[in-house]
């Protein structure tokens, strides 16, 4: 009799053991489900900072004069051309006017030589705005003035009785540079300026070239 009592009491604890057991398994269910169900608040995420639009700083804008070569004196004098450049496509008349008789024997011109129709002097005006790299005189050619310009273009101006610039100086298009005069190797162009220009050291017409922007000589 206490044998079986005893085994009525063990299986008694045994089954209130099996149920205390199953009854944490669903409180602790139940306490992860309602865990679940209210999650943690996530830290507010800011939204981008509005940046001021600061706009682009505007570059200066410089506009470059583009200069037309100009005669080497005033346009409005009564001139002409007493010496032409020699071209070997040019017309006779114009390969006997550019024909430089010197003593016995001719040269031909690399230059366009200007002159008033009264012979009389004249101010000598810069083609282009530059800077004089060179002023001297020869015992051929007399007084004579070189100015350099952009894109390795030259002009210069033989044959001065009178130099107002100086080695150094910056001209504007249309300065004085002198005064006309004669020249030892051409007496008979008589009171003239002998007008040259170069591009790359390469000599071109003058007289074709009046008029064109330095860009396209």
């Not at 060179?134 to 130099?163: Q, R, W």
Request: hydrophobic letters at 35%.
């Amino acid at each position: 009799m206490k044998n079986w009592i005893k085994k009525i009491n063990e299986n008694k604890f045994q089954f209130f053991f099996f149920i205390g057991i199953l009854t944490f398994l669903f409180v602790s269910l139940i306490i992860i489900g309602a865990t679940n169900n209210n999650p943690v608040d996530e830290p507010p995420v800011d939204d981008e900072p509005n940046t001021p639009v600061i706009p682009d700083k505007e570059e200066p804008t410089t506009t470059e004069t583009i200069e037309l070569v100009i005669l080497p004196l005033d346009k409005n004098k009564d001139f002409e051309i007493v010496r032409k450049f020699y071209e070997r496509n040019g017309t006779k008349e114009e390969q006997e006017l550019s024909l430089i008789k010197y003593g016995s024997s001719y040269r031909t011109s690399i230059g366009t030589s200007y002159a008033l129709k009264d012979n009389s002097n004249f101010d000598v005006l810069a083609a282009l705005s530059g800077k004089v790299v060179e002023v001297k005189e020869n015992p051929l050619y007399g007084n004579y003035v070189v100015i350099e310009h952009k894109d390795n273009i030259k002009t210069c101006y033989y044959g001065l009785s009178e130099v107002v610039v100086s080695v150094g100086s910056k001209v504007n298009q249309g300065d004085k540079l002198g005064v006309s005069g004669s020249t030892e190797i051409d007496s008979e162009a008589g009171n003239h300026v002998y007008f040259q220009i170069l591009k790359n050291n390469k000599n071109l017409n003058p007289e074709k070239q009046i008029g064109k922007k330095i860009t396209d000589l």
